[in-house]
């Protein structure tokens, strides 16, 4: 693996520190001005945003989860400018109901910037337990 592979896995790995400590700081610093978010499904926050959408997303997981949501790698593959990124996250609501979610993320990353970052996972399961219904 080339150092443009083991630098992107750097940063994502930073990426998922920053997503458990809800550090939108260190996002608006590493997303690129082009980068894009998408989430899967037809959940209210599926679908597709730009950096402002997608910082400006980030309090409403605050609110949802005061304690925190925390993220964790499973694995990860990288070939290029993209990441394949396993990983798990566990929390508990402001409700007190457990969310546990697995998800597929695909991150793309140009010059040490984050400018894509792609969400699959259980909707399901988010849709019950974030949304209700």
């Known amino acids: ?3 443009l592979e083991e630098d992107n896995k750097a940063l994502a790995r930073e990426m998922i520190d920053a997503l458990t400590r809800a ?3 260190w996002v608006k ?25 997608a910082v400006a997303g980030m309090p409403a997981v605050l609110d949802l989860f005061p304690k925190g949501l925390t993220f964790e790698i499973q ?5 290029g400018e993209r ?11 402001f409700r007190g109901d457990e969310y546990r979610q697995t998800y597929h993320f ?6 040490g910037k984050i400018v894509e970052w792609k969400e ?4 399901e399961h988010a849709r019950k337990v974030l949304v209700g219904g």
């Open 23 to 25: 550090d939108v700081d």
């Open 106 to 111: 695909l991150m793309r990353a140009r010059g």
């Open 29 to 53: 610093q590493n997303y690129a001005d082009d980068f894009q978010i998408w989430v899967t499904g037809t959940l209210p926050f599926s679908g597709t945003a730009d950096k402002a959408g």
């Open 120 to 123: 699959y996972m259980d909707t």
């Open 75 to 79: 694995a990860m593959t990288a070939e």
């Open 1 to 3: 693996m080339g150092k």
């Open 83 to 93: 990441v394949a990124i396993e990983a798990t996250s566990r929390g508990t609501t």
